[in-house]
């Protein structure tokens, strides 16, 4: 089985400070693990994926995740929010077993940027 | 656009009306999935087409229906839903049955049961 928790439900930054988004996983296989965002009325846009490469993802608009195994974690950061981050953001995990596969997705953290 | 069209944008349905949603996608993909969006919940899998077949159904009620008549189009097909039922449905497709290429999703249609 696997799982993802996305540790806080909302996050509030102001304009040009570092932005961090906590997401834990589980998994009994080698996860694949994505970050999606979300703008309002707007569908889910891939920011970055992991997929068993290089620990550090760099993803669009300066985002950039870290795999880290021994915590079992996938936190998402930017060095400097900009308002038109205000967005939702879905921290998700992928196990492939056999053919089958599967996405699971976190209950989502709503960023908000203020001035 | 991401290039997944989901017609239409908002809908209202009576509990005792049909009606479709429509999904389209001209990138190439061979996979397209429906997903469910409600408030304070995840994302709910409903169904998934990989070369225009069925592959799953994560046990969806069977007032609802969906149609892949080819690799490009996908529908889902509403009849006698339930308040309940009032969600974002999602669209999403991707190069191959396998979420490592990553999705890429329409922007949804709001749907309002009454």
């Known amino acids: 089985a696997q799982s993802v928790t996305q540790l806080d439900s909302h996050v509030s930054v102001s304009e040009g400070t570092p932005v961090l988004l906590r997401c834990n996983y589980s998994s009994s296989y080698s996860p694949s693990l994505f970050w999606y965002v979300q703008h309002p009325n707007k569908g889910l846009q891939l920011l970055l994926k992991?997929?068993?490469?290089?620990?550090l993802v760099k993803g669009i608009n300066g985002f950039e995740a870290e795999f880290k195994k021994s915590e079992t974690s996938f936190h998402l950061t930017k060095p400097s929010a900009h308002m038109s981050d205000a967005a939702e953001y879905f921290c998700?995990?992928?196990?492939?077993?056999?053919?089958?596969?599967?996405?699971?997705f976190g209950t989502g953290t709503r960023l908000q940027v203020t001035l | 656009e991401t290039g997944v069209t989901q017609t239409p944008r908002h809908l209202v349905m009576g509990m005792t009306n049909k009606k479709s949603l429509k999904c389209e996608q001209h990138?190439?993909?061979?996979?397209m999935y429906w997903y469910k969006q409600s408030a304070k919940k995840p994302l709910e899998l409903m169904f998934v087409?990989?070369?225009?077949?069925?592959?799953e159904n994560n046990s969806v009620p069977s007032r609802f229906s969906p149609e892949c008549p080819n690799s490009s189009h996908l529908f889902l097909h509403l009849h006698t839903l339930q308040p309940e039922d009032s969600a974002l449905y999602l669209c999403a497709s991707s190069l191959f049955f396998s979420p490592n290429y990553g999705y890429t999703f329409g922007s949804g249609t709001r749907l309002t049961v009454v």
């Open positions: 998700v995990v992928s196990s492939e077993t056999g053919t089958a596969s599967k996405l699971t």
């Open positions: 992991y997929t068993s490469a290089a620990t």
């Open positions: 990138l190439g993909h061979n996979a």
């Open positions: 087409y990989s070369l225009e077949e069925r592959v």
